[in-house]
């Protein structure tokens, strides 16, 4: 007879989990809060208009195919891909630059800005990408349980060409003089996991995923992606209830016997959370039973919030890409206000997504969708109305002032949603979108593990636990924790 194994939550990281597990026969049943799958991925319908509700950049696209090829399938079995040129634009105070797709117009820009950047561009690449490789090949793939994982040969010879002792600010300084090349170069790591002075220059790894891996449109959005990995899941026998809560975790003995959810109870062989990891430990196991102190959370770095607006407009905008990214106040303020003295910020830097102009699917014919993000400090108090108002007026006029036309005026939906939605949506602790910020001592083993220290069947998966933030990082969480716990219970 075969095992049987409960996953909480169906984000991507849990939808992996759920389809190597059933790859390796046995017995899934998906349990997820909400009315679909997708996690932070979800997406919303209104009025015409369909927005991808979190993740909107699709990079390292091998991930995604190595994921499918390992059931037999491929990328292009489920949905087409479009890769973006140009990738994105970002505007400064008194211009704004496409980003190309092709290297070598992308090396033209650089020396454009900077003489001698498009020979450091060639430099800082080829470091990138034995980054990348290593990475992607040896470090991801860890499960994080032991520092003696990393006695591998090909990580040990290769260590100083890694440079996780040297952070990716002072690595790029380095290479490059200009403060918008600098910028250019940190903007993944800053929207994604922490300061750049905090943030090992190792995740220049992320600089090689975009400048030469690219900015890629999956057709219908990104929810295309967790359709895709639910369909597959569902295709290897994988069970999925929604609209059902996790409420507790039933331990006898050191061995989760049973999830309860507001619907019904569940007997399993193991159980692999991919929900918010504190919320799991705080809110569904017994004290004696929780690895993390509350203490021990309340001094990790998390990774940033989010304020996000979901607009629809009544007419086309002209001059405007899919992806473009607001540099146009001070970088390092806005960092502070996020990093080191948390709070609502002043000028804050932004993120304007698109889709419409690459998925006439996306709005109704002759409108638009946009999606703003503001990058925010999770944990903030006064997530009101009010602020959010007013933080939308603040980007607008931004907005309207670099692309030379009005917007207010053809608004005919909006959906803001910031700290307060994350927590209620997502169960996320202190309303963080990301997890963990990417800090050398909260990377690798230094992350929250992916197998409970008190529970002997009792799994994790997601962005706090290893390898980390991002989408392509819980499609590889999914692999790690199920490799896991195939090791340790068949």
């Known amino acids: 007879m075969s095992k049987s194994v409960v996953i909480i939550g169906a984000g991507f990281a849990g939808l992996s989990a759920a389809a190597f597990m059933a790859k390796a026969g046995w017995k899934v049943t998906v349990v997820e809060k909400n009315s679909t799958a997708g996690g932070r991925a979800q997406q919303l319908k209104a009025q015409g208009f369909t927005f991808d509700m979190g993740p909107s950049w699709y990079w390292m696209p091998d991930v995604f195919e190595r994921f499918f090829n390992q059931f037999g399938k491929t990328v292009s079995d489920y949905y087409s891909l479009m890769r973006l040129n140009p990738s994105y634009r970002v505007y400064w105070k008194d211009e704004y630059k496409d980003i190309p797709a092709a290297y070598a117009e992308l090396k033209a820009l650089f020396e454009s800005i900077e003489k001698g950047a498009g020979e450091m561009l060639d430099s800082y690449l080829n470091e990138a990408a034995v980054k990348y490789k290593i990475g992607m090949q040896d470090l991801v793939y860890k499960p994080g349980q032991s520092l003696t994982e990393f006695l591998d040969w090909n990580i040990v010879k290769n260590v100083f060409k890694l440079d ?53 449109y999956p057709e219908g959005g990104m929810f295309s992606i967790v359709s895709a990995m639910q369909s597959l899941a ?9 609209e059902e809560a996790a409420q507790q975790i039933v331990i006898e003995k050191g061995t989760a016997k049973k999830l309860v959810t507001s619907k019904a109870e569940y007997m399993a062989d193991a159980i692999i959370s991919g929900a918010d990891y504190h919320f799991t430990e705080s809110h569904l196991l017994p004290q004696e039973y929780r690895t993390y102190t509350d203490a021990w959370w309340d001094k990790k770095v998390l990774a940033p919030s989010c304020l996000l607006y979901y607009i629809g407009l009544n007419k086309k905008l002209d001059n405007v890409l899919h992806h473009s990214l607001f540099f146009d106040v001070p970088f390092e303020a806005h960092a502070g206000e ?47 109305e009010q602020i959010r108002e007013a933080y939308f007026q603040k980007v607008l006029n931004r907005l309207e002032k670099h692309t030379g036309q009005s917007i207010r005026d053809a608004i005919i939906f909006k959906k803001t949603f910031s700290v307060s939605d994350f927590v209620t949506e997502y169960n996320s602790y202190k309303g963080n979108a990301y997890g963990l910020a990417n800090t050398l ?7 929250p ?36 716990l195939l090791k340790c219970l068949n």
Not at 171 to 177: E, L, P
Not at 234 to 242: A, P, Q, S
Not at 466 to 480: D, F, K, R, T, Y
Request: glycine letters at 8%; hydrophobic letters at 40%.
């Open 441 to 447: 001592m909260q990377t690798a083993v230094f992350k």
């Open 234 to 242: 569902e295709e290897l026998g994988v069970r999925f209830k929604f």
């Open 338 to 384: 996020i990093y080191i003295t948390p709070q609502w910020p002043e000028e804050p830097l932004f993120y304007l997504n698109v889709p419409s102009k690459t998925d006439t699917n996306a709005a109704p014919a002759g409108c638009e969708n946009m999606m703003i993000l503001i990058p925010v400090a999770s944990g903030l108090e006064g997530d009101t």
């Open 449 to 484: 593990s992916c197998r409970s220290k008190k529970v002997n069947n009792l799994f994790y998966t997601g962005q706090f636990t290893v390898p980390g933030p991002g989408v392509p990082p819980s499609l590889i969480s999914g692999e790690v924790v199920s490799k896991q």
């Open 164 to 216: 996780v002792f040297t952070s990716i600010k002072s690595h790029v300084a380095k290479h490059f003089q200009h403060e918008k090349l600098r910028q250019l170069m940190e903007f993944p790591i800053l929207f994604l996991g922490a300061l750049p002075q905090n943030t090992p220059s190792l995740y220049s790894l992320m600089n090689y995923a975009d400048s030469i891996g690219g900015t890629w």
